[in-house]
């Protein structure tokens, strides 16, 4: 089992529709869980951070944390075309004395006009 | 916010010679970095964490006489790919670590090509 899993998708949405993402994680201990924006060629960017159950909004993006069914998603409101990226679910893990970020494979999404 | 400066951008090498890689920190001290690959269409893997004195720790799997990774100062960490064969082409990213419920800044990747 992989520690933390995504569906590559694509997932393909309309623009202006919700777009939803899921992560499902291993270790029972992750406390940190993050969401990154990745598009072709570039590193990955910050979109949301998420420690406690329950949601979390910033602007167009929800996120969802479910501890006890390990999973995390993401949810993004009036999908635009510039949000067609592959999204990075990743989770801390604390190993060899470090807090290290282990991603899972990303889930590509595409907004169309 | 903190500025992890990565160079170079893209690089194409020829099988059998050496790469290196420098990440820097700009604004602040980066005691440990990680580098990561990522082949195309897949995930970040990290590779191996440097610690500034120390020597590198490197994930299971990953050959450290080929990724030679060295954390010369507070603010630079280097990785250096050894005799490159094609397969050792991929995006390279470091990163140094943010508090326990911080972001992650990340340099801004290198694309190695080996032809």
């Known amino acids: 089992q992989k520690e933390v899993e995504q569906n590559s998708g694509p997932l393909s949405v309309p623009e202006g529709a919700i777009a939803s993402l899921n992560c499902t994680y291993s270790?029972?201990?992750?406390?940190?869980f993050f969401w990154y924006r990745q598009y072709s060629g570039k590193s990955p960017e910050l979109i949301m951070s998420?420690?406690?159950?329950g949601d979390k909004e910033d602007g167009r993006f929800t996120a969802q944390l479910n501890k006890a069914s390990q999973y995390v998603s993401l949810l993004i409101r009036d999908s635009q075309p510039s949000d067609s990226a592959t999204y990075l679910c990743a989770v801390k893990r604390f190993s060899g004395g470090y807090n290290k970020l282990i991603f899972g494979a990303g889930t590509r999404l595409a907004v169309h006009p | 916010g903190a500025v992890v400066s990565q160079h170079p951008s893209r690089v194409i090498c020829k099988s059998g010679t050496s790469v290196k890689i420098e990440c820097r920190s700009l604004?602040?001290?980066?005691?440990?970095m990680f580098w990561y690959r990522q082949f195309p269409k897949k995930s970040l893997m990290l590779m191996a964490t440097?610690?500034?004195?120390?020597?590198?720790?490197?994930e299971q799997g990953v050959e450290k006489d080929k990724f030679l990774i060295n954390h010369a100062s507070l603010t630079l960490s280097t990785l250096t790919v050894t005799s490159a064969h094609p397969e050792d082409s991929s995006f390279y990213i470091c990163?140094?670590?943010?508090?326990?419920?911080?972001?992650?800044?990340f340099g801004q990747g290198t694309r190695l090509t080996v032809v």
């Open positions: 440097s610690n500034e004195g120390s020597k590198a720790t490197y």
């Open positions: 990163s140094a670590p943010g508090h326990l419920n911080t972001e992650a800044f």
């Open positions: 604004d602040f001290q980066a005691t440990t």
């Open positions: 270790d029972r201990v992750s406390q940190s």
């Open positions: 998420i420690y406690s159950n």
